[in-house]
């Protein structure tokens, strides 16, 4: 009876610390889930891309955990699936910064032709709101979303200092 007693006690033991290691794991996982999937959501609103988000975190979560099994099972060293998994964590924040440059160098490559456009309607008599206009609907890239941007802000009564 004292034998059974002690692995009855050992299992429930082992069980609940079993349980709360998973369940703290979930916690965390969830709560990383849900970090990357709002600064995602984010960045790519601000880079006015459109992409679903669920489906970016799965091939992010899947592409974490079949890489370094592919690189285990083909008998990679040690340390290089330990950097992968490194280069896994700092990978988003990477690729939206270059994305974010790439933005930014097409924004200031664009930027004095626009200017210049714009100023020209303006000196044939446009209003600055109808030069900003015809530059939105004769342009594409970062530089037209941005001004459209700036138009709603505009249309929302928001002051031209405050929508720039």
Known sequence: MSLLFVQLTL?????????????????????????????????LRKLFLVADTRKLQIAYFGSFVLVPLLLLILKVAPLIIAVCLVLFFV???LVFAQLTRKR????????????????????????FGMALQSYIDEMDGPLEQEFSLLQMEQRLDSRLEDAL
């Not at 290691?21 to 990357?36: E, H, I, P, V």
């Not at 930014?104 to 209003?127: F, Y």
Request: net charge negative; aromatic share 8%; hydrophobic share 45%.
């Open 104 to 127: 930014r160098a097409a924004i200031n490559a664009a930027l004095p032709d626009a200017l210049a456009q714009i100023s020209g309607a303006m000196g044939a008599g446009s209003t």
């Open 91 to 93: 990978a988003p924040r």
């Open 11 to 43: 299992f429930i033991s082992i069980s609940l610390v079993v349980f709360f290691c998973l369940r703290g794991t979930a916690d965390s996982f969830d709560s990383y889930s849900t970090s990357l999937s709002n600064s995602t959501e984010s960045n």
